[in-house]
């Protein structure tokens, strides 16, 4: 690409403007200031004719001054000139890039919107993790809420803004440590920004063991609350030794005839959720049991456990794996460049910020204690306006 | 999602609620080859398990062929 050169004095608006310009294109330039009739400036008029500033060059060939640079920019000419793809646009340079589309990144994009900061929300979905429950019960103002008409408002009022969105793309890679930063899609697409705010949220933790990952979707589940009436009239066992395992063994003790449940540990929940769970026939606890294996040809068929104390190990036949044991935050894309706690959560000050110049976090990706739909809205709302803070500081 | 993409894309489709339609769950299970997992999406001779916009997409590309034969 040919390089742009910039002669520019103190004092000069259309120096300012000619330069804010080039950047909110993401075009580099080389800025040389000259004093009027010094020896820098002489050697301006001689390369290109005119004494007048500032004079932008595009490789050796003058190009005049900013009306010049923003016809020849309205003109198609300049990306020409610049040696890129006739065709190809002219990538924007975003203020903010807010990566998650759960409550945390969709709250920000409201803050961000009505900041008029230039936004773009890249995600592979809406709603995040509050979409694996049917309803919430605790938003301020929702006594109780169908989750996809929460969401759907949720979208409904970042789309009153008009803010852009990239939806079922993930990020690939991020080049977080320059003052212009770069988001690159899984499609192959770079985009440019001032600011980032992630708000990736978390995912389930796997058990690691044969037979999972071949059988997703045949029977092992990560989310109960979703899937538990499609396993009517199975038999299934859950994972896990806490809440989440204990209410994932009460949805399915509605349809499943026989439920087993499988703990590392001894089950560790609320005593509300253990008293259920254990007065119903229906359920049988292996308390201190690992499992070794998945078995099942297409299908979930059966599994394999041993217990931790005799060694000993059994086979239990059941159609459908639910597993409940626990989550892991969504922040490996940025572990090596922000600070992260023992399991991975992304440290943040009070402002979302990460230590990082212009890197923004909320949500349940953060370290921010009691993981709600209603906290992650609140940080998202601050991770925006401490973007805002940041971008108005560097002008 | 997968239902709010495919109206986005102007394709008209039938909604079933396998959650409370024991018939449509287990049709359900029966073309997927036993997936316990929603969405899945029959298009044309496709199942889809999931909801994967690049699949979905590929998959809707042989709808288009059919229309335009028609």
């Known amino acids: 690409m040919a390089k742009i050169t910039i002669y520019s004095t103190d004092g000069c608006p259309f120096c300012v403007k000619a330069k804010s310009f080039l950047a909110e294109k993401g075009i580099g330039y080389e800025e040389i200031e000259v004093l009027p009739r010094s020896n820098g400036w002489k050697e301006m008029k001689k390369k290109t004719g005119s004494g007048s500033l500032p004079q932008i060059l595009i490789g050796d060939e003058p190009v005049g001054g900013y009306s010049d640079l923003v016809h020849l920019e309205a003109s198609g000419e300049l990306s020409q000139k610049l040696g890129r793809a006739g065709k190809e646009e002219v990538t924007p340079l975003y203020d903010v890039i807010i990566i998650g589309g759960g409550p945390a990144g969709l709250s920000a994009a409201v803050y961000a919107a009505r900041k008029v900061l230039k936004t773009l929300l890249v995600s592979e979905d809406i709603g995040g993790q509050v979409a694996w429950t049917y309803d919430v019960d605790n938003y301020l103002g929702f006594s109780q809420v169908d989750t996809a008409d929460l969401i759907a408002k949720f979208e409904e009022h970042v789309e009153k803004y008009g803010v852009e969105k990239l939806v079922g793309v993930g990020v690939k890679t991020l080049e977080l440590t320059g003052k212009i930063k770069k988001v690159i899609t899984g499609d192959g697409k770079t985009f440019l920004t001032k600011t980032v705010i992630f708000a990736t949220g978390k995912r389930p933790r796997l058990l690691n063991v044969p037979g999972e990952k071949e059988l997703i979707g045949m029977g092992v589940t990560y989310c109960s609350t979703c899937d538990a009436p499609l396993f009517a009239d199975l038999d299934v066992a859950v994972m896990g030794g806490g809440n989440s395992a204990l209410e994932a063994v009460i949805d399915l003790m509605k349809v499943a005839p026989k439920i087993y449940m499988v703990s590392l540990t001894p089950i560790t929940g609320d005593e509300i959720l253990q008293d259920k769970v254990i007065s119903s026939p229906k359920v049988e606890i292996f308390s201190e049991y690992k499992i070794l294996r998945i078995e099942g040809k297409s299908t979930v068929e059966g599994i394999e456990i041993e217990s931790l104390e005799t060694g000993e190990s059994k086979k239990l036949s059941v159609q459908g794996v639910i597993v409940e044991i626990g989550l892991l935050p969504n922040s490996e894309l940025v572990m090596d460049t922000v600070k992260t706690n023992r399991i991975g959560e992304i440290m943040v000050d009070s402002g979302c910020r990460t230590g990082v110049a212009g890197i923004f976090a909320c949500g349940d990706v953060t370290d921010v204690p009691y993981k709600q739909v209603i906290v992650a809205a609140g940080e998202g709302a601050k991770a925006a306006l401490s973007a805002y803070d940041y971008i108005i500081k560097q002008r | ?70």
């Open chain 2, 1 to 70: 999602m997968a239902k709010e993409f495919l109206s986005k894309k102007g394709v008209e489709f039938t909604d079933y609620d396998v959650k409370n339609d024991k018939e449509a769950l287990k049709e359900m299970k029966k073309i997927s080859g036993g997936a316990l997992r929603v969405p899945v999406i029959s298009v044309c001779n496709n199942v889809l398990v999931g909801f994967d916009r690049d699949r979905l997409e590929q998959a809707l590309s042989c709808f288009k062929q059919s229309s335009k034969i028609e």
